[in-house]
């Protein structure tokens, strides 16, 4: 049995306690070590195999599950954050569903809610933006032409941008050219949860500068929109006059 398991984004105690306690079961470990906190492993049992795959190729992962499904062991292949996002787990699923080797995968919590978290965000503010555009800049990784960074600016809602921080030129550059102000409010979170978590406030026109100083240029993420800094309008949720499921609002 293979468990993909979600490390959480960076904190040891971020973790779910299910992905927790498949790491206290597990038999062999393989976890992304660029990304995922070392600290998580003081879980594995003694005498666990541990493989870290950031030294490893696709065929090698592969080839330390398919050892240890021939003795009967339990693998958790542990990802960054939640695997579903740019996690790269299909081309693993698929060669087990190949293999009809049995897997499952436990969510993670993404360093989308981490960031949010050390940032003490709402990404979704009514009447500023009711919309996350979760995407990337293209680098050495494509992206489809009709997702390309200036054709999501014209929203203008509340930008994640993930993978994104070695091409800080490119992203003010198309997200102005799609429509965004220069002055619109931007987070930089750098390893998120982590001890050594940098946050950084500029704006999309001064964000190559401000994250070259700081010397940021991988493990975080680019929030781009008016949450970071806008008039809201209190949400329908706790408004004494709107009716929900659980409460009788006072003009129905
Ligand atoms: N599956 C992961 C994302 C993997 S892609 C998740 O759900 O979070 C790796 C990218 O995620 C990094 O380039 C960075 O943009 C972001 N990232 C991962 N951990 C982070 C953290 N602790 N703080 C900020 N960004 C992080």
């Known amino acids: 049995m293979v468990h993909f398991v979600g490390a959480g984004p960076g904190a040891e105690d971020l973790i779910t306690v299910r992905g927790q306690r498949f790491l206290q079961e597990a038999d062999v470990i393989i976890y992304a070590g660029s990304?995922?906190?070392?600290?998580?492993?003081?879980?594995a049992k003694e005498g666990c195999q541990i493989y870290d795959s950031a030294y490893m190729t696709l065929d090698e992962v592969l080839k330390v599950i398919y050892e240890a499904e021939e003795k009967g062991l339990m693998t958790v292949r542990l990802h960054t954050g939640d695997p579903s996002i740019y996690g790269a787990i299909k081309e693993q699923m698929d060669e087990l569903d190949k293999k009809e080797i049995e897997y499952d995968v436990c969510p993670g919590v993404s360093s989308m809610s981490g960031v949010a978290s050390a940032l003490k965000v709402e990404y979704t503010l009514p009447d500023v933006s009711q919309t996350i555009i979760i995407t990337r800049a293209e680098g050495r990784t494509e992206v489809p032409e009709k997702e390309?960074?200036?054709?999501?600016?014209?929203?203008?809602?509340?930008m994640l941008l993930f993978l994104s921080s070695s091409l800080a030129d490119k992203v003010k550059a198309d997200l102005i050219e799609g429509g965004f102000e220069p002055e619109t409010p931007v987070a930089v979170v750098y390893k998120a949860?982590?001890?050594?978590?940098?946050?950084?406030?500029?704006?999309?026109?001064?964000l190559p500068e401000?994250?070259?100083?700081?010397?940021?240029?991988?493990?975080?993420?680019?929030?781009v929109g008016h949450v970071l800094d806008s008039d809201y309008k209190l949400s329908k949720?706790?408004?004494p006059t709107f009716s929900t499921e659980f409460r009788k609002g006072s003009e129905e």
């Not at 990304?35 to 879980?43: A, T």
């Not at 390309?148 to 509340?158: E, F, R, V």
């Open 35 to 43: 990304l995922v906190n070392p600290g998580l492993l003081k879980n």
């Open 210 to 223: 401000a994250m070259a100083k700081e010397g940021i240029t991988k493990t975080a993420m680019i929030v």
């Open 193 to 206: 949860t982590w001890p050594d978590q940098k946050i950084l406030r500029t704006t999309l026109t001064e």
């Open 237 to 239: 949720l706790y408004d």
């Open 148 to 158: 390309s960074l200036k054709s999501m600016a014209c929203h203008k809602a509340t």
